[in-house]
């Protein structure tokens, strides 16, 4: 079965653009055991919502996940997965937007807002791509 997520950039750091340049890339450095644990979770064939943090702040992008199961090469102690760019969305789905959706109320981009690797409900994902339409 596949799951959801979604993964955080800042596009001063790592963009859209970036991702889409390189063709693929290394989805490490994160520190939050949560997060971390999302991380453990993605299987090959997963996607997830890029979305643009700090500067943007929306949903720009849909990746898949390419290679899961990695340790993060800076400590091995923490996660890592291979992801690469599947397509940009029709239409930026901005932070905004989502927290004033009705049908978005526990997405986990709002409900736990520091969370750099989110997991997203099949039910979310359908809606956003729904917005993304719009």
């Known amino acids: 079965m596949q ?19 390189d063709g693929e890339t290394l989805w490490d450095g994160v520190r939050n055991h949560r997060a971390a644990n999302n991380l453990r979770s993605m299987k090959v064939g997963d996607q997830a919502f890029f979305y643009h943090s700090v500067t943007g702040k929306e949903i720009v992008g849909i990746v898949e996940v390419s290679v899961a199961g990695l340790t993060d090469p800076k400590d091995a102690a923490w996660a890592a997965v291979k992801v690469k ?11 905004a937007e989502i927290k ?16 750099s690797v989110a997991e997203i409900r ?8 729904s917005l993304a339409k719009a």
Do not use: F, G, M, T
């Open 85 to 95: 760019p599947v397509r940009a969305l029709e239409r930026a789905v901005s932070l």
């Open 100 to 115: 004033a959706d009705k049908d978005l109320p526990e997405i986990e981009l709002v409900r736990l807002s520091r969370l």
């Open 122 to 129: 099949p039910v979310e994902w359908n809606h956003i791509i």
């Open 3 to 21: 799951h959801y997520w979604l993964i955080k950039s800042e596009p001063a750091a790592y963009s859209w653009d970036d991702l889409v340049k």
